[in-house]
């Protein structure tokens, strides 16, 4: 039987941690970095011909996404469907799940990062080429057309203006006058 790759970025299974707040994140984030390195490179043995990790280009990594879509939850509505572009849909239909694209996007960044941690030099990053980031980009934008859901960034609100210093207390009219 098959295993589905885990490319959520979700929590691992079992309990979750208590405490240890940002050691438990970085420990997390790094097991699911190498769970989808080792992902990877398990696709490329089995890739016909087998691929090495030398030979590996942003086409093969846009063909490892692809492959990846098959295994999504993410229901993604199809041109011709009633609910295309609906955010809660009323009811079901057939279009197909899908990898979420935050779930792609950071699958690249935690696959870009352990290319390099691995020995590949940045300037030959498959993972940092800009045909993956355009397809990243048109799979945002589809998904959010088709979802109805917006993918824009959330802009940080400016802090609010500081109150205004207090007036002075009724008894004192500030310097005393000279006048007698």
């Known amino acids: 039987m098959e295993s589905t790759p885990d490319v959520s970025g979700g929590a691992l299974g079992g309990s979750p941690s208590s405490g240890g707040g940002e050691v438990a ?10 769970r989808d390195w080792n992902t990877f490179l398990q696709y ?20 490892f996404l692809r492959y ?3 295994f999504g939850k993410t229901k993604v509505h199809v041109a011709g469907c009633p609910f295309f ?5 009323p009811g079901p239909c057939p279009c197909p799940l899908r990898q979420a694209w935050g779930s792609l996007d950071a699958l690249v960044g935690r696959l870009r990062a352990a290319f390099e941690e691995n020995g590949g030099r940045r300037d030959d990053n498959p993972f940092a080429a800009c045909a993956v980031r355009i397809y990243l980009r048109e799979v945002r ?17 400016p802090p609010p203006p500081p109150p205004p210093p207090p007036p002075p207390p009724a ?9 007698t």
């Open 68 to 70: 990846l879509d098959q």
């Open 25 to 34: 994140a970085s420990s997390r984030y790094e097991s699911q970095k190498r």
């Open 141 to 157: 934008a589809f998904q959010s057309k088709a979802r109805g859901v917006s993918y824009d960034k959330k802009r940080k609100k």
């Open 44 to 63: 490329l043995r089995s890739h016909q011909p087998p691929l090495g990790l030398a030979r590996c280009s942003a086409a093969h990594v846009l063909e």
């Open 85 to 89: 572009g609906i955010p809660c849909p």
């Open 171 to 179: 008894g004192d009219m500030g310097t005393p006058s000279l006048s």
